[in-house]
């Protein structure tokens, strides 16, 4: 579910691995950080999707899934003290 634009948390840092950086399109990491800030986790499973919903009320991790149109997977980790968000490909981590 795509929630409003606002952000729910403070991203801290926000970091991209050099594999990142190079893959993908800087638009689509840019949309996909706004949509990771309003809570709109993107393609991961509703387990995942709950925990993070969880997640935002406990301070865990945060771990959003998304892919760009040419379908480059790709994820978006924000750390449980909220000081770094990464951007980095699954192989990344």
Not at 32 to 39: D, E, I, M, N, T
Not at 47 to 74: M, P
Request: charged share 25%; with cysteine; aromatic share 6%.
């Amino acid at each position: 579910m795509v929630r409003a634009n606002r952000p729910r948390f403070s991203p801290g840092m926000i970091l991209a691995t050099r594999n990142a950086l190079e893959r993908l399109p800087q638009h689509e990491m840019q949309r996909a950080l706004a949509r990771h800030l309003a809570g709109d986790w993107g393609d991961c499973c509703p387990a995942d999707a709950e925990a993070n919903d969880a997640a935002l009320l406990n301070g865990d991790r945060l771990l959003s899934v998304y892919h760009t149109a040419d379908q480059i997977k790709f994820w978006i980790i924000t750390v449980a003290d909220r000081s770094a968000t990464n951007i980095l490909l699954p192989e990344d981590y």
